[in-house]
């Protein structure tokens, strides 16, 4: 009888190749035992992707409708935050000036459109509001501001009212500022864009619409109202107590109406939230489906698993100790 014997060299080179696949079954066997998951999902599916592209093309878009949502919501909660701000100034404003009396003095004249002024000043910076560096009310324009500074916005009205004795004409000279289109306003005032901020995709045939910009009549308004007794305290109708106490009740009874149109824009924008909130949700209920169907498709038998890499790891122990035992022997031991 022969036999067939291999050398030295060629049985640590078996030895090792044997390793080398033991040890990678092993570690495919651990993480699909980790992860619950086929580590070759070409095997799972036969070559057959349809299914399995469709799923994950399924999530990337929706995965995309969600940061958009993510991003209109973060827009949304911010303007309904900045709009109440800006509302509770308001109603503070219009209560103060109405309480204004033709009898009230120079110093009370004084103190209240002094406090009206800081209120213009805070109005503007609320409508300055960015959010992750853009700006909410500015349009399309997300990269500029809002409006001008309050004191570049009164630095302008001051020049359109110069040579006006009366609450009346002042008045006059400021509605024209603020309302002549391709006036002062729309040129000094108004730094955004005319074109309104594009509605956010935040599903397949869902938008969430926040086109509010500080060029909408109310907000418009708004600044116009508290801005007719900020001039005071800039000088306006000076030394003219009953013409400025007049201005001031003029300028609370316009904001006072106004804010009555600040709620109306705020319930609008919750309007918007709730459809984001909804649209939102159902996403994530499409979304934990998906999930649930790709697992399943590429799912493993944690028990059959189990079982294999046990076995590997047997294998594995076997290797060593004939791996150990083989390199033990000698000349002298194969010659005995």
């Known amino acids: 009888m022969s036999y067939i014997s291999i050398g030295d060299m060629a049985q640590t080179f078996l030895i090792r190749q044997q390793n080398t696949q033991l040890k990678s079954t092993s570690t495919r066997l651990t993480l699909e035992l980790t992860t619950g998951q086929t580590s070759d999902p070409s095997k799972r599916v036969a070559g057959d ?96 501001p809002a409006v001008a500074s309050a004191d570049d916005i009164l630095t302008e009205l001051k020049t359109a009212i110069a040579g006006e004795t009366t609450a009346v004409g002042v008045e006059s000279a400021v509605n024209n500022w603020f309302d002549t289109p391709g006036g002062g306003y729309d040129t000094a005032g108004y730094l955004g864009s005319g074109t309104a901020l594009a509605p956010f995709a935040i599903g397949e045939n869902q938008q969430a619409d926040l086109a509010v910009s500080a060029s909408d009549p109310t907000l418009r308004e708004t600044l116009k109202g508290l801005a007719l007794s900020a001039l005071i305290a800039e000088g306006a109708l000076q030394g003219d107590v009953a013409e400025q106490a007049q201005l001031m009740h003029s300028s609370g009874t316009r904001l006072l109406s106004v804010s009555q149109q600040q709620t109306t824009m705020q319930a609008n924008i919750g309007t918007v939230e709730a459809h984001i909130d909804t649209v939102t949700a159902r996403s994530a209920s499409e979304i934990s489906a998906l999930e649930m169907a790709r697992n399943q498709l590429l799912s493993v038998d944690s028990y059959e698993t189990a079982s294999e890499l046990e076995a590997v790891q047997t294998q594995l122990e076997t290797l060593y100790a004939l791996t150990a035992r083989v390199s033990r022997l000698s000349l002298v031991d194969f010659l005995r």
């Open 49 to 144: 992707y349809t299914t399995l592209a469709g799923i994950e093309a399924s999530l990337k878009s929706l995965q995309s409708y969600k940061s958009a949502a993510n991003e209109a919501a973060g827009f949304a909660s911010t303007m309904q935050t900045t709009l109440g701000h800006l509302q509770d100034q308001t109603v503070e404003a219009a209560n103060h000036l109405l309480l204004t009396k033709n009898t009230a003095s120079q110093a009370q004249i004084h103190s209240t459109a002094a406090d009206i002024r800081q209120k213009f000043g805070a109005a503007v910076s609320a409508l300055n509001t960015q959010i992750g560096g853009r700006s909410l009310f500015a349009g399309a324009a997300t990269d500029k």
